[in-house]
C-alpha cells in the first residue's frame, strides 16, 4: 500500500501563490524481512539556476500516498540581483597602515632633528 507515492515541489511567492515546480511518482520494493517497519529514504531536488529575484519565497515538498500527505517545513529562498559579493578591505588597510607609519617617520625623523641642533 505505501510503495507508491507521489512527490511534489512547488513553491510560495511573496504574493502567497502557490507555483508547482515539478512531481514525480515513485515505487519502492520492499525487501523481504523489512515488512511493516519504517523506512526513511531521501530525494534530493536541486533548483538552479534561480531566474531573477522575483524566485524569493519559501520552497516545499509533499509527498502523498493513498490517504496519506505529509508536508516538509519549507525552505525561505531570498534571491538577490547582485548575488553575494564579500567586500575584501585588505589594500584599503595596508594602505592606511603604510601611510601611517610613513606619518610617524617623518615626525619621529623631524623630532630627533630638531632635538639635535
Request: glycine share 6%; aromatic share 12%.
Amino acid at each position: 500500500k505505501y510503495t507508491k507515492f507521489s512527490i511534489f515541489y512547488y513553491w510560495i511567492n511573496s504574493l502567497g501563490q502557490k507555483i508547482s515546480i515539478c512531481s514525480r511518482s515513485e515505487k519502492v520494493d520492499i525487501p523481504s524481512g523489512k515488512e511493516n517497519k519504517t523506512a526513511t529514504i531521501s530525494y534530493d531536488h536541486r533548483i538552479m539556476p534561480l531566474e531573477n529575484t522575483s524566485s524569493t519565497g519559501t520552497y516545499y515538498c509533499k509527498v502523498k500516498w493513498n490517504d496519506i500527505q505529509k508536508m516538509g517545513k519549507g525552505v525561505f529562498v531570498l534571491a538577490r540581483g547582485t548575488g553575494y559579493i564579500e567586500t575584501s578591505y585588505g589594500w584599503e588597510i595596508l594602505v592606511t597602515l603604510t601611510a601611517l607609519l610613513a606619518a610617524l617617520s617623518i615626525t619621529a625623523t623631524a623630532l630627533l632633528l630638531w632635538k639635535r641642533k
